[in-house]
């Protein structure tokens, strides 16, 4: 049997997937936010500008797909934001502060392990188009009442950073390079990135790249008066709405488009991999994709697979959607499947959850399987039901049983 590729997973049971979708459209809905779709294929160029040419999505972990074109490059995407700050361009869409969401596949080509998959599902919020700080705390209270108040979820921590202004962060570089040319003997992989991606060394996870680091300086110590000023008004608007935060010096993401806010969503219940939602605020993004206009945003990613599993111990904890009551009808042999269609046919028109046995061998394992099915009623059609124009009714919790002309079947089963 032909087994499904390294890093990819079947969904069985879409019954928390689908409830952290419907709940999200639901939380969004309160906020304004409106739902679009764009293409999981996307130019390979569009992240390449966006998310850096060094970064690792870009580097090692992009799927791109060949064509008999060779002056098109395509990918499948590894993100959302890039595509719907592309999707706002070239839509022309017209409307600011635009709050938009998606969801649905992303692709990255990793080392697949527990909460890391090469095919993954994300949550995309944006709001593109919203250059006060104050959005920033809106923003991120939304995605916190999302976990603790729609999600029950207890055990997480917010983190948070503040990367100021493109000329602070030159600033910074300028220190934090200057510490790492004293240390010596740098581990390998911090001395490739400190010549490739200055910040991303902090994205380093193994101890001797942490232990090099210790001491370096802290980016918030280099931020402007401008910027020590938002810095200071996000903390305080985020103390107000009663969220409660650790700052993390150390955090600044892994994709070159942010600036300022940046943030995570923690769990140790997640082991390694412990973030299951990140974002910050993204003000430059339109002039790396070429366009003229700088157009301030904020968005964040939520892993929906993260998300599983941190809520599958805690499902009884969540209004669940319950299935609805079944009906199964029975027929005793071929005579009567046609009746037993046709049964089945009226009772789905008036709203009943109607299952047909069509291919059981007898009675006995005919009911066995509405039990395993976990049916409420089952509606048997033998021989002399057929000729007499009636069904027999079971109730598969008490076991009574009751014969009911067929015509006055949808009417008992609206009383039952």
């Known amino acids: 049997m032909i087994q499904r590729i390294r890093g990819t997973q079947d969904f069985i049971d879409l019954s928390l997937f689908n409830f952290i979708v419907n709940a999200a459209r639901a939380h969004l809905s309160h906020y304004a936010f409106e739902e679009v779709a764009t ?4 130019s390979t160029d569009l992240f390449r500008r966006s998310l850096g040419l060094n970064t690792d999505v870009v580097t090692k972990e992009m799927f791109l797909i060949k064509t008999n074109d060779d002056d098109e490059s395509i990918c499948l995407r590894p993100e959302a934001t890039a595509s719907i700050m592309r999707a706002f361009f070239n839509n022309a869409v017209q409307e600011r502060p635009w709050r938009v969401f998606t969801a649905g596949p992303t692709f990255r080509y990793e080392r697949p392990q527990k909460g890391r998959y090469r095919q993954f599902h994300q949550l995309s919020i944006e709001l593109i ?34 990367l100021g202004s493109p000329e602070d962060r030159t600033n910074y570089k300028r220190a934090l390079y200057a510490f790492l040319d004293k240390q010596p003997n740098l581990p390998k992989a911090l001395a490739e990135r400190k010549e490739t991606n200055l910040l991303r060394v ?35 608007l985020l103390d107000q709405l009663s969220i409660s935060y650790v700052i993390d010096p150390r955090l600044v993401r892994g994709l070159d488009y942010y600036n300022k806010t940046v ?61 609805p009551p079944l009906f199964v009808v029975l027929p005793f042999a071929a005579a009567q499947q046609p009746l037993a269609l046709i049964c089945a046919h009226e009772l789905r028109q008036n709203g009943f959850c109607t299952e047909v046995l069509l291919d059981t061998p007898s009675i006995k394992n005919m009911m066995r399987q509405a039990n395993k099915r976990g049916a409420r009623y089952a509606i048997l059609i033998g021989e002399d039901e057929q000729k007499n124009n009636l069904v027999t009714l079971k109730n598969m919790t008490t076991g009574t049983e009751e014969k009911i002309p067929q015509g006055e079947l949808v009417a008992r089963l609206l009383r039952a």
Request: hydrophobic content about 45%.
């Open 202 to 236: 902090f994205d380093l996870k193994d101890e001797a790249c942490k232990a090099a680091l210790e001491g370096a300086p802290i980016l918030t110590d280099y931020l402007s008066d401008e910027s020590q000023a938002e810095w200071t008004l996000l903390r305080s």
């Open 263 to 323: 943030f995570e969503f923690v769990s140790l219940d997640l082991g390694a991999q412990n973030a299951f939602c990140g974002g910050g605020r993204y003000d430059h993004l339109s002039l790396a994709l070429g366009e003229k206009e700088a157009i301030p945003s904020i968005g964040v990613g939520l892993g929906i697979e993260r998300l599983i599993l941190l809520l599958e111990s805690k499902k009884e904890l969540l209004p669940l959607p319950q299935k």
């Open 129 to 162: 188009g919203a250059s006060s700080i104050a959005y920033d705390a809106e923003f991120i209270a939304l995605v916190d009442s999302f976990f603790s108040q729609k999600l029950k979820l207890n055990s997480y921590a917010l983190l948070l950073n503040f």
């Open 39 to 42: 293409p999981i294929l996307e």
